[in-house]
């Protein structure tokens, strides 16, 4: 019975993410669209898109190989793991044996690579372009993310979520600078891995700033759809990893009851609609850089997720 209840919780979670991922993103439209004083799309819009692009029919480039068409299907599948890893309203799940940071960096890593390759199979000059910035994005993202995690596995000694959520929830854990430093690091690669303002713009299609929306433009139909709802997956990841670990307050342990659970369901969404109202300010008040300064913006991540490191092994040794 025991089992059925965990199996039960397991498959809440992960259903929860893939139906939450679309609302968070109508969330942040509608939140920009109010701070620009304009009315704004519906927030329900993302989930009108999705069924209205998997009516149309899929149109494919002539020379799209099999990699072209697999690759939605399979960015999809990988985030949406990835995604269903990440604690949102429990913790000690059934599959918390696996939820572990660097796995989490492997899946969107691979997701990535495929991205990129699709971006590429046609041959066209724009999705060579947003391949080949995507890849020197997350040459520097993925250095940045790792120096976060070394900081939360030095201090809680393990890199998988149900410890480091247990430990930072504990009243002996106190402020740490370290911490701060490592949360800004990861919100600067979590702008920059969601494609996000000031480093991408997902509602341009400007030759000389599109990064994601040069790989996908020459998706249509069902796959754009699939595309679409990794993305969106992608952004929940990131939320829900930057509310879990930094902001661990509400997550209900497996073995609790409904009304832990409740609270956590409650916790967690107030974590999203917070993030996403965060994101949308942030978003109307910094301006898209440049492409080339975008390393200067992921290196600053990467030098406060090094200091981050650095601050933990000098309280060490003194």
């Not at 002539?62 to 599948?77: D, K």
């Not at 949102?88 to 991205?115: E, W, Y």
């Amino acid at each position: 019975m025991a089992m059925i209840a965990s199996l039960a919780v397991q498959a809440i979670q992960i259903l929860l993410v893939l139906i939450l991922a679309p609302g968070l993103t109508g969330l942040v439209r509608k939140a920009k669209a109010r701070l620009f004083r304009r009315q704004g799309p519906p927030l329900f819009q993302p989930y009108r898109d999705l069924l209205r692009m998997l009516r149309k029919e899929v149109v494919l480039a002539e020379n799209a190989s099999w990699l072209f068409r697999t690759t939605p299907y399979l960015i999809l599948a990988v985030t949406w793991v990835a995604a269903s890893l990440v604690p949102t309203f429990a913790t000690a799940l059934l599959f918390s044996g696996a939820a572990d940071l660097l796995v989490i960096i492997a899946l969107l890593g691979s997701a990535r690579f495929f991205l990129a390759l699709a971006g590429m199979d046609v041959g066209t000059s724009f999705g060579g372009i947003g391949s080949s910035r995507e890849v020197m994005i997350g040459s520097l993202a993925e250095p940045a993310m790792l120096m976060v995690v070394f900081t939360l596995a030095l201090i809680a000694g393990s890199t998988q979520f149900s410890t480091i959520t247990s430990v930072l929830a504990s009243e002996g854990i106190g402020l740490r600078p370290s911490l701060g430093l490592g949360l800004a690091a990861l919100i600067m690669v979590a702008i920059a891995e969601n494609s996000r303002i000031p480093v991408d713009n997902p509602a341009t299609h400007l030759e000389l700033t599109m990064v994601h929306e040069a790989m996908v433009l020459e998706y249509s139909g069902r796959h754009l759809a699939v595309l679409e709802l990794a993305a969106w997956l992608k952004l929940l990841l990131y939320v829900s990893l930057i509310g879990s670990v930094f902001f661990p307050w509400g997550l209900a342990p497996a073995s609790t009851g409904f009304a832990a659970m409740s609270v956590g369901a409650g916790a967690y969404f107030a974590k999203l609609v917070l993030g996403g109202f965060l994101l949308a300010m942030l978003e109307t008040t910094v301006a898209k850089m440049r492409v080339f300064r975008v390393p200067d913006f992921l290196g600053a991540g990467l030098m406060l997720g090094l200091l981050a490191t650095l601050l933990l092994f000098l309280a060490r040794s003194l």
